[in-house]
């Protein structure tokens, strides 16, 4: 069964670039046609996709966070990361990692805050 762990800094100040991994257990981010996405939720509020890094190496992103978002991968270590910079207080949530495609296993998340 895969399973999905995220880590990373909880705090990071204004205009730094916030960098979370997630490590893949019991399944390789390489095969399977799956990809692997970061998704994150603000809070009070709902789900919201970051984008994603296919199998294959190709990344999409969210139209809205195109130009501060960064996903890459280590495949030795089977794991994949989460840039995004020049973070602001909106920027406070809990990010979640998840194979997708169709999404099935999630990380439990793990919380992010910008102080204002």
């Known amino acids: 069964q895969v399973q999905l762990q995220e880590s990373g800094p909880g705090l990071v100040k204004a205009s730094q670039t916030l960098s979370l991994t997630c490590t893949v257990s019991?399944?390789?981010?390489?095969?399977?046609?799956?990809?692997w996405s970061w998704i994150r939720q603000p809070p009070g509020k709902g789900l919201e996709w970051l984008g994603v890094i296919d199998y294959d190496g190709r990344t999409y992103y969210s139209p809205s966070l195109k130009s501060r978002t960064s996903i890459s991968r280590d495949t030795s270590k089977n794991q994949f990361s989460l840039q995004l910079s020049s973070v602001t207080p909106e920027d406070t949530a809990v990010y979640y990692c998840?194979?997708?495609?169709?999404?099935?296993?999630w990380g439990q998340g793990t919380q992010v805050t910008v102080p204002s």
């Open positions: 998840a194979r997708a495609r169709p999404i099935s296993e």
């Open positions: 019991g399944g390789s981010i390489t095969s399977g046609k799956h990809g």
